[in-house]
């Protein structure tokens, strides 16, 4: 009979350990079949029952996660699904990866994890490792869910139990670097808190990243999502300004990226989308707050990017005025509404704010992206066009909002009347193409 720490670690060594993930969505799947793939039982809670079903039946609806890798899991028994909490209270290791959006007034809605760490806790058991995955404000380890777990369990961290911070780092859409060879930073509530997790994910993860403490781990995401956030902040107004000089923004830029050292290339566009780098960066500002402080970076990058949209809608005015025609009554065809090229992520895209304005101001919006046939969104219900290249036609003017990789750019150029480029889709042709206007 050895200690908890002893018995847990060599479950976890031998991979018996049992594996929970709390959170089956575009984090908590990834990471499910990962555990699963290394040998581990895994079993994913989601109150969302479609996603539930379609774990038990072997399918995926992730595009980074192909079906067969779930089927084969699931027939080898390896990986399930539930909506129910009790199946925890079999499970030696829990991984939490629920959203933290925001609310809107932008101040961070917690719920999600609280509701996570509330139908954790009466599951809590002796030998148990929890790792909470969502991005957050540093703090919300020992603040929220350490109280929760210890008071509703009985159990006192680091003797009955375990519990960590890991951001996950993913990019979706990425190849070269995925769930499994991204290094996974760990800070525990205590060092040998930190040690039980690294211990778990070293089983199924090539680099493991201890840091001292959980707070190093939350501010660790924070800077790498800030950093992204504040550097497109800066492209972003670059390219107003280059507007305003008449010098290309791309080319600039392009050239700029030629230096070896010292410099790295961010790009402008419609505005920020994701998960993750318009949110996360106003969990931190948010916690500042609290403490006397304005995050100025944050704020100022913050307000640049969240005006892109509209900046965005009056490239279309210009470049329809050109041609002596209102917003008002155009027909204007919105190319690409996903967040970023290649994904079927909507969640906080530019393009949901670009279509917005230009209807408020009258305009006849359609759409057109092969990875979301349909959005239903914040009031607006839309089918994406079918057929491309004769509504690019009929369009009075084409907006490419994301530049997905499947699209002809020179067949669009050639078929539509006026185009506002706003991701350089087009690269010099649009410089010197009298129908282009790039952002
Ligand atoms: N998507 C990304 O690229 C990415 C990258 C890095 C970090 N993150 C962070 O990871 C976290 C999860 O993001 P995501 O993109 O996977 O979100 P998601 O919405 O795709 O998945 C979250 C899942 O949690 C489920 N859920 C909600 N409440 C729950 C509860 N109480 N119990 C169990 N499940 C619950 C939802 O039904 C959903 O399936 C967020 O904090 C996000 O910021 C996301």
Known sequence: MGTTKENLHSKLSDRTARVGIIGIGYVGLPLAVVFAEAGFDVVGVDPAEDKVAAINRG???????????????????????????SVLADVDAVSICVPTPLRKTGDPDLSFIAAAANDLAPNLRKGMV??????????TTREM??????????????????????????????????????PKVI???????????????DQALDTIVPVSTCEVAEMTKLLENTFRMINIGMVNELAIMCDRLGID????????ATKPFGFMKFTPGPGLGGHCIPIDPLYLSWKLKSLNYNARFIELASEINTNMPRYTVGKIQDALNQHKKPINGSRILIVGVAYKPDIDDLRESP?????????????????HDPFIPYLNHDNLD?????????????????????NHSVYDYQAILENAQILVDTRNALGLTGQIHPKVVKL
Do not use: Q
Request: proline residues 4%; contains cysteine; aromatic residues 8%.
């Open 249 to 256: 923004v791309w080319e600039v830029i392009d050239a700029a």
């Open 145 to 182: 869910i350490l109280p929760v777990l210890e008071s509703v369990s009985g159990l006192t961290v680091c003797e009955d139990f375990f519990l960590a911070f890991s951001p996950e780092r993913v990019d979706p859409g990425r190849t070269d670097w995925t769930t499994i060879n991204t």
């Open 382 to 402: 839309m089918d994406s066009v079918e057929d491309l290249l004769p509504e690019v036609n009929a369009a009075d003017c084409v907006a490419i909002i994301t």
């Open 351 to 367: 393009a949901l704010d670009v279509i917005h304005l230009l209807k408020d101001k009258g305009a006849d919006v359609a759409y």
């Open 59 to 85: 399918e995926s609806y992730i595009l980074d996660v192909e079906t067969e890798r779930v089927r084969v899991l699931v027939d080898a028994g390896k990986l399930r699904a539930s909506t129910d909490y």
């Open 187 to 201: 800070g525990g509530i205590t060092p040998d808190c930190g040690e039980m997790a690294s211990a778990w994910y």
């Open 130 to 139: 929890v790792v909470l995955e969502s991005s957050t404000y540093p703090g």
